[in-house]
Nanobody, 127 residues
Framework: QVQLVESGGGLVQAGGSLRLSCAAS????????MGWFRQIPGKERVFVAA????????AYADSVKGRFTISRDNAKNTLYLQGNSLKPEDTAVYYC????????????????????WGQGAQVTVSS
């Protein structure tokens, strides 16, 4: 399995921006589709965005489409999530996750098939 460590969380005002990073180690990074999920206390973890192993295909939840951008740098073994126009309802713990590249993209873009997870990074958006 690949090991994942998130960074870049914090407190930001509504309307502001934040970039999360996820450093991967242990396996060939490009061998994995990658995704971001988020969770608030008492709720299930939900899909935010995904990017293919090559980085040329992305998918987003409707709630973040047009405001968030997922990207990856395979040379640096790093995944990113850029969030703009942040809203208080974006407040959550954000997790990066990996799905093996032989997982069908149709499954991955629905937030399924991920089997390696980071420890999470708190993002708080104040109103």
């Amino acid at each position: 399995q690949v090991q994942l460590v998130e960074s870049g969380g914090g407190l930001v005002q509504a309307g502001g921006s934040l970039r999360l990073s996820c450093a991967a180690s242990g396996r060939t990074f490009s061998a994995y589709h990658m995704g971001w999920f988020r969770q608030i206390p008492g709720k299930e973890r939900v899909f935010v965005a995904a990017v293919s192993g090559s980085g040329d295909t992305t998918a987003y939840a409707d709630s973040v489409k047009g405001r968030f951008t997922i990207s990856r740098d395979n040379a640096k073994n790093t995944l990113y999530l850029q969030g703009n126009s942040l809203k208080p309802e974006d407040t959550a713990v954000y997790y990066c996750a990996a799905a093996r590249r032989n997982t069908i993209w149709l499954v991955v873009k629905q937030g399924l098939g991920f089997d390696s997870w980071g420890q999470g990074a708190q993002v708080t958006v104040s109103s």
